[in-house]
């Protein structure tokens, strides 16, 4: 029998709420065309992100998500109060550390291909740690990026909301969902949800599982309805 995308299930109705497959149903939440980007004081849509060669998001307090593009300009993200940057594609955004250190931004980074067979979750706990850093001062501001601001980015955020802020998968997804469009390649999402059945598993973790990711979905576009009715 064939195997589900590699997910280890032969059938894919044996996928739960921490695997890949059932983790994609998050990005049944679409956030907003146009956002209010950091340091911008109106909305921009994504064409006119791409004409200003910026586009990126608050996506939790003191958590900012986006592009590689973004992250090497240096100006833009001492304008906006980054403290830390950490890049998630070493592999494919090209930064001199130096020139942040010298400007009082600490840098971390790593190489990790946006494949779904790339090991990512080897670098969430030292990612996690070095957001959680940046967040401990009353200042800090922490600027996540991969090449797009879309996968990598997001499985690291993820991994942080998860282990420091007791989200579950689906629950870190969908707020970075609401913010940004966020999507994990299913390799990450799985990974994802091994670290969420890990933390499942610790009696002292509180766990809202039950809440369903179609009952959250539901209940923000309820939300939405009525405010566009307003």
């Known amino acids: 029998t064939r195997r589900s995308a590699g997910l280890?299930?032969?059938?894919?109705?044996l996928a739960n709420s921490t695997t890949g497959i059932y983790?994609?149903?998050?990005?049944?939440?679409?956030?907003?065309?146009a956002r209010i980007m950091p340091g911008m004081g109106r909305a921009t849509t994504h064409s006119e992100r791409l004409r200003l060669g910026r586009d990126c998001d608050?996506?939790?307090?003191?958590?900012?998500?986006?592009?590689?593009?973004?992250?090497?300009?240096?100006?833009?993200?001492?304008?906006?109060?980054?403290?830390?940057?950490?890049?998630?594609?070493e592999n494919d955004v090209?930064?001199?550390p130096k020139r942040y250190t010298k400007e009082g931004i600490s840098y971390k980074g790593f190489r990790c291909p946006d494949l779904p067979q790339a090991d990512i979750g080897q670098f969430f706990d030292e990612?996690?740690?070095?957001?959680?850093?940046?967040?401990?001062?009353?200042c800090g501001k922490v600027f996540v990026n991969c090449l797009l601001g879309y996968s990598r980015a997001s499985a690291i955020v993820a991994a942080y909301l998860m282990q420091k802020k007791n989200y579950t998968a689906a629950q870190a997804l969908m707020l970075l969902r609401e913010s940004r469009e966020c999507k994990p390649n299913v390799g990450f999402l799985q990974q994802l949800g091994t670290?969420?059945?890990?933390?499942?598993?610790?009696?002292?973790?509180?766990?809202?599982?039950?809440?369903?990711i179609s009952y959250a979905v539901f209940c923000l576009k309820k939300k939405r309805k009525k405010e566009t009715k307003k």
């Open 8 to 13: 280890g299930y032969n059938d894919p109705r």
């Open 23 to 33: 983790l994609t149903r998050t990005y049944n939440i679409e956030p907003k065309e």
């Open 58 to 89: 608050e996506v939790y307090p003191g958590i900012i998500m986006g592009t590689g593009e973004t992250a090497k300009n240096l100006k833009y993200l001492l304008d906006i109060g980054v403290t830390h940057l950490l890049n998630a594609a």
């Open 94 to 96: 090209n930064i001199n």
């Open 127 to 138: 990612c996690v740690e070095f957001i959680d850093r940046a967040l401990s001062f009353s």
């Open 195 to 212: 670290l969420d059945n890990k933390f499942r598993s610790e009696s002292t973790r509180l766990n809202s599982s039950h809440i369903t």
